[in-house]
């Protein structure tokens, strides 16, 4: 089983955290101007990065953070394994294997909920009567993954299309 580390993205084009470099062993953090500040750790291992007094003359601060306190990026507990996996699925190697591999019902319970078939929201009214619709819904969404695949039914059996 493959899990996928969610990039830390920045909001409205700001720094994330992805753009700053933590160092776990030496517990500091460095920002894209090149300023350093300690972690300061926690009782269950976590940690905060400060960078208060280096923001406020900081010519990057307009895309670092509003905040009037400066620019905080908070340390996983598990930061180190964080980035080894990170790394990890940066590889050409990782990616394609989790292309592979991945699970493909996550894609297509949010199209059926997001989509036009409508899944969020009943139609009916009576929990009988809601569990059939969406029952329905769900087959036609399997029917229009079987058309997509090619799989045909001929001769008393079913038949996937030649790859």
């Known amino acids: 089983m493959k899990a996928k580390v969610a990039p830390a993205r920045g909001r409205d084009g700001r720094f994330g955290k992805d753009d700053f470099v933590v160092d776990v062993e030496t517990a500091t953090v460095t920002c894209p101007a090149g300023q350093t500040a300690l972690v300061r750790t926690v009782k269950d ?3 905060r990065a400060d ?3 280096h923001c406020s003359s900081c010519p990057l601060a307009k895309r670092c953070t ?5 620019r905080t990026v908070t340390i996983h507990r598990r930061e180190d394994l964080l980035q080894a996996h990170k790394a ?3 590889t050409p190697e990782w990616q394609a294997d989790y292309t592979g591999t991945r699970p493909k019902v996550e894609r297509t ?3 059926f909920v997001r989509r036009a078939w409508g899944g969020r929201k009943a139609r009916v009214r009576g ?3 809601i569990s059939t619709d969406a029952d329905t819904r ?4 399997n029917w229009a993954r079987l058309a997509t695949l090619g ?3 001929t001769g008393g059996a079913w038949a996937a299309a030649p790859p």
């Open 127 to 129: 929990m009988t009567r």
């Open 138 to 141: 769900a087959a036609a969404v």
């Open 66 to 70: 509003t905040a009037t306190g400066g």
């Open 88 to 90: 990890a699925q940066a």
């Open 109 to 111: 319970i949010a199209h």
């Open 45 to 47: 291992g976590s940690g």
């Open 51 to 53: 960078f208060a007094p």
């Open 151 to 153: 799989v045909t039914y």
